[in-house]
């Protein structure tokens, strides 16, 4: 059963910001979203995790709505190397459930 | 290289032979979560040790599949009979059993089944 929503394919300039969504509206209280993306079939590249508060790393940022029920993955200046399959991910404490993710093309 | 290792990188096998993959996880790491991927589709959970002791196993780890951690390090997963429909990429990870720490994924071993 399918935890996270997402669109299938989006395009972004590069240099421009990306923004990921996602919808999770049956996430449970201690439910963590978590964001991978992979690459050419490689494994799936941790790229960053929120319980309730927005999180920034080196790589992106996280903004989850109040309610808990979507977020929002962003790329602050997108390059080349950034397309991939970007996955949102609910992590139950046992299990990582992937959704069907969404394919990101940085265009030039 | 101290990332999660899989051996072997790719496998093509007749149907109905057994096929056996090693994963070697990071270290320090106790979780160790074994996946599997279709072409299009995202990974789907399989089973899950923590140190040497399965906790979890997916209705799709069928009794043709088995897992196995002893001593808690390296993990096989074995299939046996294959079928065509085994046909996928089987990934690892591990992590820490720290509710909120990331799991660092291998870079999986493709599975053909001819």
């Known amino acids: 059963d399918a935890k996270t929503t997402q669109p299938p394919s989006m395009d972004c300039a590069e240099g421009r910001a990306a923004n990921l969504p996602c919808n999770h509206s049956?996430?449970?209280?201690?439910?963590?979203v978590y964001w991978y993306r992979q690459i050419h079939s490689q494994g799936p590249q941790y790229i960053i995790h929120?319980?309730?508060n927005n999180e920034t790393n080196e790589m992106a940022s996280l903004i989850i709505t109040e309610d808990r029920k979507s977020s929002t993955l962003i790329l602050p200046h997108a390059t080349l190397r950034d397309t991939a399959v970007y996955y949102c991910i609910v992590f139950t404490g046992n299990q990582f459930y992937f959704g069907t993710g969404t394919s990101l093309t940085v265009i030039p | 290289d101290t990332g999660v290792s899989q051996n072997p990188r790719h496998k093509i096998t007749k149907r109905g032979q057994n096929v056996t993959f090693r994963c070697d996880p990071i270290s320090e790491h106790n979780r160790l979560y074994w996946y599997r991927q279709t072409l299009g589709q995202g990974p789907e959970f399989l089973t899950y040790f923590q140190n040497e002791a399965q906790l979890e196993k997916s209705r799709l780890l069928s009794d043709r599949f088995s897992a196995e951690r002893p001593k808690g390090s390296f993990s096989t997963l074995e299939i046996q009979r294959t079928e065509q429909g085994d046909s996928a990429m089987y990934l690892c990870?591990?992590?820490?059993?720290?509710?909120?720490?990331?799991?660092?994924f291998g870079q999986g071993t493709r599975l053909t089944v001819v």
């Open positions: 929120g319980l309730k």
């Open positions: 049956t996430i449970s209280g201690n439910e963590y």
């Open positions: 990870a591990s992590s820490l059993v720290t509710t909120g720490h990331e799991a660092f």
